[in-house]
């Protein structure tokens, strides 16, 4: 059975471990427990992992955020995975820092990345997890924010929230949607 596991942010240096970047982050951290690599491929860096007899695709598309939707498809299509084997990882500012929610469908809530997505999938029936960055920025500075670094109180527990939303994933492939929103979600 295969899947395939998105994480969503920005490629470059200057957007590296920000609120944007979590679905990086945590793929990142998900690869280096899964002892793979992420080598550049078609619009996304890829790697494979296996666990518990699953394939799992994992990709941190390099088509910059707003342009998410176009390497997810591809790599949909390319692999041969249906929709309801995808897991998109996203920063969420509506929920509070290290909040996760597994969600098996949704809008895109004024997400970008969400929003492209949806369009060029031309669906919201796919499952989502949103790790929550909080919003604690002034009326206007959405954008600093989500692109701004962790302060030091974040940084200090933000292992240990990449660390559970790295059992997100493997719940997602190995016990479904459904039970693991029920196992996961809330802590």
């Known amino acids: 059975m295969k899947y395939l596991i998105v994480g969503l ?10 609120r944007h970047n979590i679905g990086f982050d945590t793929l990142d951290a998900f690869a280096k427990a899964s002892n793979v690599v992420f080598e550049p491929a078609r619009l996304a860096d890829r790697a494979t992992a296996k666990y518990k007899g699953r ?3 994992l990709i941190k598309p390099t088509t910059y955020m707003n342009l998410s939707g176009k390497a997810v498809n591809y790599w949909l299509q390319s692999e041969k995975i249906p ?9 969420d500012i509506a929920l509070p820092f290290g909040t996760l929610r597994l969600k098996g469908k949704g809008s895109d809530g004024g997400h970008n990345g969400l929003k492209n997505i949806n369009q060029i999938l031309g669906s919201q029936e796919y ?6 960055v909080g919003n604690d920025f002034p009326k206007g500075r959405q954008v600093e924010y989500v692109l701004s670094r962790w302060d030091m109180e974040e940084s200090e527990k933000l292992a240990e929230r990449i ?3 790295t059992k997100f994933i493997q719940g997602f492939c190995t016990i479904g949607l459904n039970r693991s929103m029920s196992e996961y979600n809330g802590k």
């Open 163 to 165: 660390e559970q939303s």
């Open 83 to 91: 929709i309801d084997k995808l897991l998109v990882i996203t920063d």
């Open 127 to 132: 499952a989502r997890l949103r790790f929550g």
């Open 9 to 18: 942010g920005n490629i470059g240096a200057d957007y590296e471990h920000t």
């Open 55 to 57: 394939t799992l695709v």
